[in-house]
């Protein structure tokens, strides 16, 4: 088990589209251990989410857990998502954004379909939390961000904010 570095906004390499998984490529040990490492970093966070671009590796999958006792792990290989109903606005958050928090609009319910982490096909139904999670962890492997939904001026003001939180823990 490892703990993964989590890129962070304004990286350039969180733009990068990801590509879409080789199903044969599940059977290799290093990505069933990335996957382990991946949960491990996002409970570590903690964190109800980690997309594999944000620990550089720019393939689509993409781990979620939103319970609170860590009983209910989820491996998302290849999603899709294939309805959409309603809108729901979320305050979100991001493991590569940290310490800033926005309201987002996305849908309120949908159904997508994945790979679980064997390459076994599986159709989820998700609202609420979970709905908006899957959401985001797919914008991620798009090279998008919550923070693309505010004004380019709230954007800035984020980057602002973050680079001088670096520059205080590196002075510290
Ligand atoms: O841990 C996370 N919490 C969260 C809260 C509201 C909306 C989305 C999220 S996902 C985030 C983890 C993360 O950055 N995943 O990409
Ligand atoms: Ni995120």
């Not at 139904?125 to 919550?146: I, R």
Request: glycine residues 4%.
């Amino acid at each position: 088990m490892a703990m993964l570095p989590i890129l962070e906004f304004p990286d350039p390499r969180l733009r990068i589209k990801a590509a879409p998984v080789d199903a044969a490529r599940l059977a290799d040990a290093w990505l069933q251990q990335l996957f382990d490492d991946m949960f491990e970093t996002m409970y570590d966070a903690p964190g109800i989410g980690l997309a594999a671009s944000q620990v550089d590796v720019h393939q689509r999958f993409m781990v979620i857990d939103v319970t609170d006792d860590k009983s209910r792990p989820l491996v998302f290989v290849n999603p899709q998502i294939t309805t959409r109903q309603g809108e729901q606005v979320y305050q979100e958050g991001c493991l590569s954004v940290p310490g800033i928090y926005a309201d987002v609009t996305r849908s309120d319910s949908i159904t997508v379909e994945a790979l679980d982490r064997h390459g076994q096909p599986f159709t989820l139904e998700a609202d609420g939390v979970l709905a908006v999670c899957v959401q985001h962890e797919m914008d991620h492997l798009d090279g998008k961000l919550f923070v693309d939904y505010l004004s380019p001026l709230k954007r800035e003001m984020v980057r602002k904010k973050l680079a001088k939180a670096r520059k205080q823990t590196s002075a510290a």
